[in-house]
């Protein structure tokens, strides 16, 4: 299995940015595509962003499209959510999930498709 541990959030304000990370260890980070969920309180957990294995990929929900960026450098058993003119409504827990079952080169949206799950970064969106 694979350990994830999520850092890097916080409070801002409206228009800032922040990056979080999500770091690996366990088996070989490489052999995994990750996401990046999110949940608002009395929310469900919304997908965010994914990338690929190799990082060569990545996809977004429409409503991050643009503004936040999702980047892996397997090196460092590390993957990146850059997220910049923030929102109010981009408060929530934040979350990275690995894919260890049938990892595939595929971009997966759903929570259901990923097995491993970090704790959970709060970000925090004031005005």
């Known amino acids: 299995q694979v350990q994830l541990v999520e850092s890097g959030g916080g409070l801002v304000q409206a228009g800032d940015s922040l990056r979080l990370s999500c770091v690996a260890s366990?088996?070989?980070?490489?052999?995994?595509?990750v996401g990046w969920f999110r949940q608002a309180p009395g929310k469900e957990r919304e997908f965010v962003a994914a990338?690929?294995?190799?990082?060569?990929?990545?996809g977004y929900a429409d409503s991050m499209e643009g503004r936040f960026t999702v980047s892996r450098d397997n090196a460092m058993n590390t993957v990146y959510l850059q997220m910049n003119s923030l929102k109010l409504e981009d408060t929530a827990v934040y979350y990275c999930?690995?894919?260890?079952?049938?990892?595939?080169?595929?971009?997966?949206?759903?929570?259901?498709?990923?097995?491993?799950w970090g704790q959970g970064t709060p970000v925090t969106v004031s005005s």
């Open positions: 990338i690929s294995r190799s990082g060569d990929r990545t």
């Open positions: 366990g088996r070989t980070f490489t052999t995994y595509p």
């Open positions: 999930a690995a894919r260890v079952q049938w990892p595939g080169t595929d971009l997966y949206t759903s929570r259901q498709q990923y097995q491993s």
